[in-house]
């Protein structure tokens, strides 16, 4: 008598865990980032009322649920992890974990301190460790396409302009200088890149249509750490906001092609880069004192609330319906 092995089904348990995606840490980019523009809001107007505590808690506690996921992921289908790391679009959301890492230790700086630091600092080695490996796997890659380029390239090596945002406060500037030095050499270079992709090799794929916003967010947290780093709001402070203005400006304008698009995890590449655009008006209001900067940073923050507000509400929807997490998602 001869026993045959069933496949497990395709939405069970250990199907949806295999398939498990490392982009669902771009959840806790926007999660974060709405906590501390938050955060940043209330301390600005001096709101009696504060919600960026309970933010934080609800970012805290996705990100340790999503950690422990991954993890089983790691434990169980080592094959699948090595496929993202290797793969030339999935590899680009793999640094959204240590950013994660990153974007917490800013969020606690101001409540636990002490937390605050390992959290940064953990955040901190892991991504530069990823971002060498993403710069190797550039350079001596033999697999990349035109077509696989996207604005997710930004990640892994932008992603490194965040942490003098915190980094002014746990080590020496020379170490928030280096990582901010090389987020923005890749800025341009990536942006060129980019807009060849772009004009002449066709538009994105749907699923990576909405990661087109990601543009607003290497100027938008460029001008945020800069500063942080230099307390200065000079020539080319300026020059980073209003790129990452303009940016916003171009994409506004294309609402309603984003509104028509199939849902994937990637529509949450909509909410940290609207955050960090909201963070920067609300600096800019700060240190200029000029209204039109306080209105619009109110503006962002009630579209950046209701943004995350819905992308939660889908991405929960998408969950109960068995949508993500399935092979080829």
Not at 112 to 135: E, K, N, R
Request: glycine residues 4%; charged residues 10%; hydrophobic residues 55%.
């Amino acid at each position: 008598m001869t026993t045959t092995t069933v496949p497990a089904a395709k939405d069970s348990p250990s199907a949806r865990l295999k398939n498990f995606p490392i982009a669902w840490f771009a959840v806790i980019m926007g999660l974060t980032g709405l906590t501390i523009a938050w955060a940043r809001t209330e301390r600005s107007f001096g709101l009696d009322f504060t919600v960026s505590p309970w933010l934080l808690g609800v970012s805290a506690a996705v990100f340790v649920i999503l950690a422990l996921i991954y993890t089983a992921k790691v434990v169980r289908y080592q094959d699948r992890v090595v496929a993202e790391l290797t793969h030339p679009v999935k590899q680009a959301f793999v640094p959204t974990l240590s950013i994660g890492f990153i974007l917490l230790g800013i969020a606690t700086y101001a409540s636990a301190p002490g937390l605050s630091f390992w959290l940064w600092s953990v955040g901190t080695v892991l991504h530069v460790i990823l971002t060498l490996y993403v710069l190797s796997s550039w350079i001596h890659q033999t697999q990349y396409e035109i077509a696989h380029l996207n604005p997710a390239w930004f990640i892994p090596v932008v992603g490194n302009i965040l942490v003098p945002i915190a980094g002014v406060h746990h080590a020496s500037l020379e170490i928030s200088w280096f990582f901010f030095s090389l987020g923005l050499f890749f800025w341009p270079v990536l942006t060129a890149l980019l807009f060849y992709r772009l004009i002449f090799h066709g538009s994105l794929p749907e699923r990576l249509q909405p990661t087109l916003f990601i543009f607003i967010a290497p100027p938008a947290v460029g001008f945020v750490a800069y500063h942080q780093l230099t307390h200065e709001l000079d020539a080319f402070a300026r020059v980073l906001y209003f790129v990452a203005l303009a940016f916003t400006l171009m994409l506004a304008t294309q609402l309603k092609y984003f509104a028509r698009l199939k849902f994937f995890l990637s529509w949450w590449a909509y909410s940290f880069p609207l955050a960090a655009m909201t963070i920067a008006t609300l600096i800019m209001a700060e240190d200029t004192g000029i209204a039109f900067y306080e209105r619009l940073a109110i503006v962002l923050l009630a579209v950046l609330t209701l943004v995350v507000t819905a992308l939660s509400a889908r991405t929960l929807l998408a969950v109960a319906r068995r949508e993500v997490c399935v092979e080829g998602h």
